[in-house]
């Protein structure tokens, strides 16, 4: 699992740069190339930590040099040029601490698109000029106080947030891993070279050892072997090969050694169009402008508005300039609220730490809290639905013959063999407690499947291909029944007599059927999305009860089949483990990675389900919707206690003797800080 939690950034994917420089390295080696887009995540929190600690000691001197702290506090600590030390520390934290936001602000307005960052921005800077002017001779109170307290909250908030949220998307790199970096090149006397793949051209010859994965997209010259291709393709057998077969640089080699010849390198090869297919969703996906920065764009333009208005109202009642400006002044500053800063942060943080202890790890927050309005969930099939792994799910003997007596002497002889099917054969047989028999010798027989002595008897395991061109007899509806369906059968022979037929397939999650009924309740729809044929998907969504199935959806078109289903207006979330799903993932309203599946499939996702249970999707849609509640009673408080202040700091009850002393607005501002911080934490419960 590659949860690293200090490489935290905000939801952004790699900016194009990062994209160039990733596909420029895309056969370098992945040692020096793949850590870099994470440092900068981790330098990030780490810089916003540093600023907040030391503007932070520094906001304490501030705080005992202000005049208008020190009359509230009922004490006079005056002396000689005072203010002067006040203003160079100020100056210190408004442009150490509030570099980021005042950047982040011009970022923002040559976007045209103020937010919190705009909003943060003005505020310090006004107070910092305004103040500057009263300690250089102007008339009025300095708001130091204010803007250094501003700037320790919205760095606290700031670092809180960074440190919860996942680091930004390593999917391409995570793509990049899957090649391996050489390849065993044979020369024209046979003799093998180890080349860095980039030098690898069109009809070169490349040896593949046993268990090695596929350099390149090639074709076979020569051997035989089974190929998993279960990661690129989501098909879940292993993929029979020999001469004149195609295979798909990124996939494992099983059993045999294969000779191939190159016919596409780099750009035009399986992965790297499933990386461009990557990018371009990452790129296209929508960033949901999250629910602070949509109330901090309309405080920002409150905060012009009710300023100007305020300084012209003050002057057409007749009032001096400095006394007009200072109210002007401290209701733009009262207009960003602290606790805006901490509303969303302490919310995140909470409902990380929550969805952590449920085997959650979120890695968009934006999309994570979209999730409360899905309509229709997508599941990939093999390893999602399924294990992805073979188990035994019948055993029809012949006359005769126990089902028992079948399974031993099955299991016996595919003990020796390294394949999948003879994994879940042996696996079953011991799961039953049945004590397997030793072998002799063993041998893999071209066109005969496999064959060994047991006990002095001869035991073959064949494919149905071979016990028709021996004419055997057995239950033939029976095996086209388990066909249909897409199990695998194997025969078993003792000293050439047919003593049954044991059929495989996909073990389904136990968990799955229950997500799936719960999902029924809540009126989302269920629909499976899968690479494997026809039959396999519409058994294994009889078993489920989903009632919409794509089948034989090639990798590249999985995206598109989700696109398709948001065409009807839905939100959809999309649920898979594979490199094939990888697109989909990205191009979904809601990515949903099954922890057991590939660091591909994790890294472009939304959300990892650590524990691979496809039930946490449910608690998935409840977290989100309680942690959106929590988010907006937050912003209300936040920015309720500003519509409230903004027009007595104007100076709205004047008339009446009653102005907003700054003293009062910080109370009312810690006030409602700690209420937010509070709420926050009621998460929990």
């Known amino acids: 699992m590659n949860n690293k939690p200090d490489h935290i950034h905000h939801h952004e994917h790699p900016t194009h740069k990062e994209q ?96 919190m960052m705009t909003l943060i921005g003005m505020a310090i800077t006004i107070a910092y000029v305004y103040s500057t002017l009263v300690v250089f001779g102007w008339e009025g109170h300095n708001l130091f106080w204010e803007l250094a307290t501003l700037v320790d909250i919205m ?22 891993k899957l090649m391996p970096n050489e390849a065993h090149k044979l020369d024209e006397n046979d003799e093998v070279h180890e080349v860095p793949i980039s030098e690898l051209k069109n009809k070169d010859r490349v040896l593949v050892k046993p268990g090695e994965k596929i350099p390149v997209d090639g074709t076979i010259l020569d051997g035989k072997s089974t190929v998993d291709e279960s990661m690129l393709t989501g098909e879940s057998v292993p993929v029979e090969k020999e001469k004149n077969d195609e295979v798909i640089g990124g996939s494992v080699n099983n059993e045999g050694s294969l000779i191939i010849q190159v016919e596409k390198t780099g750009e035009a090869s399986y992965l790297s169009q499933v990386i461009t297919l990557v990018k371009e969703a990452q790129e296209s996906k929508s960033k949901t402008q999250d629910l602070t920065n949509r109330a901090a764009k309309w405080l920002f333009y409150l905060a012009l508005l009710a ?68 309509n229709a969930v997508v599941f990939d099939k093999t390893g999602t639905l399924t294990e992805g792994k073979f188990g035994v799910t019948d055993i029809i003997p012949s006359e005769g013959y126990s089902e028992e007596e079948v399974l031993v002497w099955g299991a016996s002889l595919e003990q020796n063999s390294e394949h999948p099917i003879a994994s879940g054969i042996v696996k079953s047989a011991v799961d039953q407690g049945i004590a ?38 057995y239950d033939k509806q029976k095996f086209n029944e388990m066909s249909e369906v897409g199990k695998t059968v194997i025969f078993v022979l003792l000293d ?22 719960k999902l029924k309740e809540k009126g989302v729809h269920s629909i499976m999305l899968t690479g494997d044929n026809k039959k396999v998907a519409h058994w294994v969504a009889k078993q489920l ?12 078109d999985k995206a598109n089949q989700v696109k398709e289903i948001q065409s009807k207006g839905w939100k959809v979330a999309m649920t898979g483990d594979g490199v094939n799903d990888a697109p989909a993932l990205a191009t979904a309203d809601l990515g949903i990675a099954i922890g057991a599946g590939t660091d591909v499939a994790m890294e472009t996702a939304d959300v990892v389900l650590v524990k691979s249970d496809p039930k946490d999707v449910i608690d998935l849609m409840d977290l989100s919707k309680k942690t959106y509640r929590k988010m907006v009673q937050n912003l209300w408080w936040a920015t309720g206690y500003n519509i409230f202040a903004i027009p007595l700091a104007a100076g709205i009850l004047a008339p ?30």
């Open 545 to 556: 009860d989903i009632d919409e199935v794509y089948a034989e959806v090639l990798p590249d």
């Open 307 to 374: 300023g100007f208005a305020t300084l012209f109202i003050w002057l057409a009642l007749g009032y001096p300039f400095y006394i007009a400006l200072e109210r002007m002044v401290t209701v733009m500053v009262i207009t960003c609220p602290h606790a805006l800063g901490l509303a969303a942060p302490l919310v995140v943080a909470v409902s990380t730490a929550l969805s952590a202890n449920k085997g959650l790890l979120i890695r968009n927050r934006a999309n994570f809290e979209n999730a409360r309005n899905l």
């Open 155 to 176: 760095l606290l908030g700031h670092w809180v947030e960074m440190r919860s949220v996942m680091g930004a998307s390593n999917a391409l790199e995570k793509l990049v």
């Open 20 to 115: 160039d420089d990733l596909n420029k390295h895309k056969h370098q080696d992945h040692d020096t190339q793949g850590g870099h887009g994470h440092h900068n995540h981790g330098d990030m929190v780490e810089d916003f930590k540093k600023r907040f600690y030391i503007s932070l000691i520094v906001t304490f001197p501030i705080l005992i040099l202000s005049p208008m702290i020190q009359d509230f506090m009922g004490v006079d600590w005056r002396f000689m040029n005072d203010q002067y030390i006040l203003f160079v520390l100020s100056t210190f934290v408004f442009f150490y601490g509030g570099w980021p936001f005042i950047f982040g602000g011009i970022n923002e307005i040559k976007d045209k698109n103020p937010g």
């Open 436 to 473: 397997l028999k030793s072998i002799t010798e063993f041998n893999s027989i071209t066109g005969k499947g496999i064959e060994g002595i047991i006990e002095g008897k001869k035991v073959n395991a064949v494919s149905p291909g071979f016990v028709n061109s021996q004419n055997m007899n």
């Open 496 to 517: 050439d007599e047919l003593i049954g037929m044991i059929a495989l397939a996909d073990i389904i999650r136990e968990s799955a059927k229950e997500a799936i009924s």
């Open 656 to 685: 009446i003797g009653i102005v907003l002393s700054p003293a009062v607005g910080a109370v009312l501002m810690s006030l409602s800080t700690i209420i937010v911080a509070i709420n926050a934490k009621l998460l929990k419960k």
